[in-house]
């Protein structure tokens, strides 16, 4: 029975190990944002690297939004279609949040505006990831890498992300559940899994 999952979280949150595990122990069909598709992942690599100010938050929610809208039709929508779990390391709360947070005032109305013309569809099921900021952040660095261009927006403003992504699981119970991330990985994913175990079941018998 099809299901959209998606994870959410600050960076080094945590999340993509969890994503990992929840779709290794369902056999559903692993994916990401931005990116999750060919086209999608060379959009990726225009946002995550290079220097903060590269893009206006305008540009941004626009590249994001193509990325998804191109994610959405090679590799989430073909999944559901064949009735497969579909596990998505970010989705569309991130763009509220993260694009929302950057932008002045009117941004995260844009940001829906966007969403409602070229995206159209929420996860059936969220699971927010919430660390602990500065831990989250430590681990982020830990890991290396290029891709850094918002991890290198410090840790206020992971604090400031992460008390966003509470405000839209507030606003949404029902589809966001919040998970302590500040746990061991294993402990984490079994929490999580009867959950999504449990919607799954739950889709089937209607
Ligand atoms: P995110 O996708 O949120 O950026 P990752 O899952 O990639 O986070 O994890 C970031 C780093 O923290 C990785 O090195 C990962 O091995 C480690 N990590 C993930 N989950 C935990 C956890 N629960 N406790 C400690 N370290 C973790
Ligand atoms: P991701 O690969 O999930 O990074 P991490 O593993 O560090 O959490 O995402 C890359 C960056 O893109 C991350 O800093 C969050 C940001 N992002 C947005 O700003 N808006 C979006 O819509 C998405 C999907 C990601």
């Known amino acids: 029975m ?19 595990l929840l779709a290794q122990a369902l056999g559903a069909r692993l994916t990401r944002e931005p990116g999750g598709a060919p086209g999608a992942e060379e959009i990726r690599r225009l946002l995550v690297q290079g220097a903060a100010a590269r893009w206006s938050a305008e540009t941004e929610i626009l590249l994001f939004t193509a990325a998804r809208r191109d994610h959405l039709e090679r590799t989430i929508r073909p999944a559901l279609d064949e009735g497969r779990v579909v596990v998505c390391d970010r989705f569309a709360d991130s763009t509220r949040v993260y694009q929302g947070a950057r932008g002045g ?9 966007l969403h409602a013309a070229m995206i159209g569809i929420e996860p059936d099921l969220t699971f927010l990831i919430d660390t602990d900021p500065a831990t989250a952040l430590a681990r982020g660095q830990a890991r290396g890498g290029t891709e850094d261009r918002f991890e290198s927006l410090g840790l206020g403003f992971q604090e400031t992300l992460r008390a966003g992504f509470l405000a839209l699981a507030a606003a949404d119970p029902a589809r966001i559940r919040v998970i302590d991330g500040n746990r061991s990985p294993e402990v984490i994913a079994q929490e999580i899994e009867p959950l999504a175990r449990t919607a799954i079941a739950e889709r089937a018998h209607g």
């Open 2 to 20: 099809s299901l959209f999952i998606s994870f959410e979280g600050v960076d080094g949150s945590g999340k993509s190990t969890q994503a990992r």
């Open 105 to 113: 005032a009117g941004m995260r109305e844009k940001v829906d505006l």
